[in-house]
């Protein structure tokens, strides 16, 4: 077996124990690629999944909006409370930690599987909720930057 087949199936089988179904699919899907023949299609995986898969998530998040649940006047309301100002707030730190998680990861592929394991560990262990690797890249990158500067 191959060590690429070995660390998806141990991919599966993490998600599987953790429930992270998003996980569970993209190493089946991995690994139905790579053993089908079918790899040539890696690279286009590689570059346009996370592209496709912030829109889902940006489509997700403004459907209320397209579904009348959240209008102009609610969004004007809960803008001016602490909440709203803290919200668009961590909105902006969250998009500069993603932007710099996504060059950590393109720049240091091998940090993607210790930030699987570790959201891995968070969910079955401490009842952490799935996420994706790039908000982790980000802290991780972020935190780099501090240990760096502190050296």
Known sequence: MSQTNL??????????????HALIISALILFGLKNLKLDHWLPVVEQY????GIML????????????????????????TPLGVIGVGMGIIVTLLTRDGL????TTPEVVPNLVVGIILG??????VPSGPIIASGITAFLIKIFRFLS
């Not at 999944?49 to 496709?52: E, G, I, L, T």
């Open 7 to 20: 660390i998806l199936i141990i991919l599966f089988i993490l998600g599987l124990l953790s429930k992270d």
């Open 49 to 52: 999944s996370v592209k496709v």
């Open 57 to 80: 998530i940006m489509l997700g998040i403004l459907t209320p909006v397209a579904t009348g649940e959240l209008d102009l006047l609610q969004i004007k309301e809960t803008i001016k």
């Open 103 to 106: 060059n950590l990861m393109n």
């Open 123 to 128: 969910i079955a262990f401490f009842g952490g």
